[in-house]
């Protein structure tokens, strides 16, 4: 093969393999249960991408059943499809399933149910800071209303991080984060027989690391008001 061929050929081939690595690609996992239902993430690639992009994926792993989107994010470069989808699949009304997410079983009938809070993503603390934001006031203040008149048992406050940092630092800043949720509940009047703190860090995420979008649900505290 003389020179000019060869070039032609390795030009050919070079093209095909850009082509393939831009065209749409998505790459997909299944995230922790959300209130007992399974849940998805669908990050789409690829220059070729175009609307409907993560939606299709989705639809291929929920099969027949429809696409319930849970959250989302848009790629700076395309509007009109998102990068990373969260769903689920069902239209939301059917039984949830029955994965074992590790959570306490349902009480029994006639039992109190817990109500349960979450404070998730940037509002509600400044970064690497435990002093409640107004926003995370006012989510606290309407805890504290829809409370009033009832009395609760152990209030369990949990507080979690993203993957980013080292484990001693994030146990520590999860923990004061629930200790200021715990404070401002029972500094306000909420009516409990004892508030029971947790600092768990970067362990029990809900969502992938990976992402800005999972990062910032993984950045939560989680309140549970069981009555007596």
Do not use: W
């Not at 032609?8 to 070079?14: G, P, R, V």
């Not at 690609?25 to 299944?30: D, G, K, P």
């Not at 959250?71 to 059917?94: E, W, Y």
């Not at 507080?159 to 500094?187: C, H, I, M, P, W």
């Amino acid at each position: 093969m003389n020179k000019l061929a060869l070039a032609l050929a390795l030009s050919a081939t070079a093209l095909a393999a850009c082509s393939t690595a831009s065209g749409p690609t998505f790459s997909a996992s299944e995230l922790q249960p959300r209130d007992g239902v399974r849940t998805f993430q669908v990050d789409c690639h690829g220059l070729l991408s175009g609307p409907q992009t993560c939606m299709k994926a989705a639809r291929k792993i929920c099969g027949e059943e429809p696409v319930r989107a849970v959250d989302s994010a848009r790629a700076l470069r395309d509007k009109s499809d998102p990068a990373t989808l969260v769903f689920q699949c069902g239209d939301g009304n059917a039984q949830a399933s029955t994965v074992d997410t590790g959570a306490p079983p349902p009480a029994a009938v006639g039992a109190p149910i817990p109500k349960r809070v979450t404070l998730s993503g940037d509002a509600n603390f400044d970064f690497n800071q435990a002093i409640l934001t107004p926003a995370a006031m006012q989510q606290l203040d309407k805890v504290i209303a829809n409370g009033k008149g009832m009395t609760f048992g152990t209030v369990g406050i949990s507080g979690y991080t993203d993957g980013v940092g080292t484990d001693t630092y994030n146990l520590r800043l999860a923990e004061q984060r629930a200790q200021a949720v715990a404070s401002y509940l029972q500094a306000h009047g909420l009516n409990a027989r004892r508030f029971e703190i947790h600092g768990y860090g970067a362990a029990r995420p809900v969502a992938l690391n990976n992402t800005a979008l999972g990062r910032a649900q993984n950045r939560r505290v989680e309140i549970v008001l069981p009555e007596m």
